[in-house]
């Protein structure tokens, strides 16, 4: 018979297939940092609970020292027969002060273990989360203040519409992130708190103090219920909802850089360090880096559907199929932070081609709604405006000229209310300053909602 850790009631050996198809160790070995300073907790509490000796605890904690720095080493040997993390750390520490290691899980169940466990690493990667997306953040902040008169053409319908500045449009990324960082620091509120102390289901017999394994693990409060605790994994959900968020805002930056970065755009240069070439076309540089995140925004999505569909209509409390909770949450966890990293070293290396841009905005009637919005100025019905502008367009395009090409004389044709001060509302310069209000693309409005970005960022 196996030596299991639970192997008491058990009269034959577990089957070797199913020993390895219900093991999770080769994924959960991940959080072995956060099951071992759940451990020390744990037994920290005992002992001033007077469950452990302060010897037991003493020996205890220094065998899981020693674990933690086997495993850092890459020298632990990690057993399928023992399952999960959890147990081939349990199992080691016996191995490595006998008997009063089988004390550790005196008052404590994997249950509330791995939901603890969980926990503290989502706790942990979505600090190391919100520090990249900072990053990017202040990324896109430099780049807005750099390029914040930098005129190029607006999009709607993917159709030449407004004149814009490039710091505008990046402080539109920016906005988006803004609110997944909120998201971010929303969840991790629900992600701190601890279920440990609720033992298998029901809690436990011993004199536990819950608080103080809190304040140990720096909960910010402990599950109510312990039901619920071993058994919620809303946390998890929440966090990937988030992540197929953020990711797909990160794909729509991309959709733009594959754009902008084509020939037929070329808006934009990516630098070589960002992009790979083709083996076969020799003239080839393709932006693989938003190509590649604006691909792995589906896998995150399917994450989150596998986890939502994992969890639907569990009944309480713990049940096994929430091993199955790791793999999505890591890869998502994985995904995003892989993706925001280099996103955050890209976006400060664009190199916007500002003539081509500005000369995109030149064409395609930009500044209709200006010619409108002048004659609405010298008292016409703003739908009359848009009457005469319309036909002005039309004789553009029949004779290729854009409304700024346009003789006074030509322009009088549709209005005799035109005058020599028309064209500065027609230029680019004009078009885009004249917008000077709060979320406005006018240049001094750019530079003032960084300066204000800036400072909510900085705490
Ligand atoms: N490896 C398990 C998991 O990932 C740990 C908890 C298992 N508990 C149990 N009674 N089988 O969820």
Redesign the pocket.
Known sequence: KQNKLWGGRFSESTDEFVQAFTA?VNF?QRMYDQDIRGSIAHATMLAEARVLSNDERDAIINGLNEIHAEIEAGEFQWSVAL????MNIEARLTDRIGITGKKLHTGR???D??ATDIRLWLRDHIDLIDGELTRLMQGLLGLAEREAATIMPGFTHLQTAQPVTFGHHLLAWFEMLRRDRERLADCRKRVNRMPLGSA?LAGTTYPINRERTRELLGFDEVCHNSLDAVSDRDFAIEFCALAALSMTHLSRMSEELVLWTSAQFNFINLPDRFCTGSSIMPQKKNPDVPELVRGKTGRVNGHLISLLTLMKSQPLA?N?D??E??EPLFDAVDTLLGSLRAFADMVPALEPNREVMREAARRGFATATDLADYLVRKGIAFRDAHEIVGKAVAFGVAQKKDLSDMSISELRQFSDQIDEDVFEVLTLEGSVSARNHIGGTAPEQVRAAVARAREALSH
């Open positions: 999770s959960d399952e999960d993390v959890h169940s994997r249950n273990q791995v298998a713990y096994k929430n091993q909770d790791k």
